[in-house]
Nanobody, 123 residues
C-alpha cells in the first residue's frame, strides 16, 4: 500500500508560479511510476505530467514548457514546479503512483492516488 499526500497548492495570479509536492509513504517511491493529473469543476480528469521509474518524463500539451516533473527517490517525493500559470490551470491536482504502466497518460493505469490539492489562478 502506498499513501500519497500532495501539498503546495494555493491561490496565485496569472503569470505566477507554484510548486506542488507529493510525499509518499508505505513503499519505496523508486519502484513506481508517478503522475500528476488535474480536474477542474465540471470537467473530466486531465493528464498533466508523468515520470517513469527510470526518469523519463511526459507532459500534457497544455503544460509543456511551463511545468516540470521531477522525483527525489531519497526523499520519497515527487515535485511539480508550475510556471506562467493561467486561469485555465485552475483545478484540483492529484498525484498518482503505479507499478506497471504502459500509457502514463491514462489515469486508469495508476494504483494509488492522493487526496488532491487545490490550485487557483486568478486573472
Amino acid at each position: 500500500q502506498v499513501q500519497l499526500v500532495e501539498s503546495g497548492g494555493g491561490s496565485v495570479q496569472a503569470g505566477g508560479s507554484l510548486r506542488l509536492s507529493c510525499a509518499a509513504s508505505g513503499r519505496t517511491l523508486s519502484n513506481y511510476a508517478m503522475g500528476w493529473f488535474r480536474q477542474a469543476p465540471g470537467k473530466e480528469r486531465e493528464f498533466v505530467a508523468a515520470i517513469t521509474r527510470g526518469g523519463g518524463t511526459y507532459y500534457g500539451d497544455s503544460v509543456k514548457g511551463r511545468f516540470t516533473i521531477t522525483r527525489d527517490n531519497a526523499k520519497n517525493t515527487v515535485y511539480l514546479p508550475m510556471n506562467n500559470l493561467t486561469p485555465e490551470d485552475t483545478a484540483v491536482y492529484y498525484c498518482a503512483a503505479g507499478r506497471s504502466i504502459y500509457d502514463s497518460t491514462r489515469d486508469s493505469e495508476y494504483d494509488y492516488w492522493g487526496q488532491g490539492t487545490q490550485v487557483t489562478v486568478s486573472s
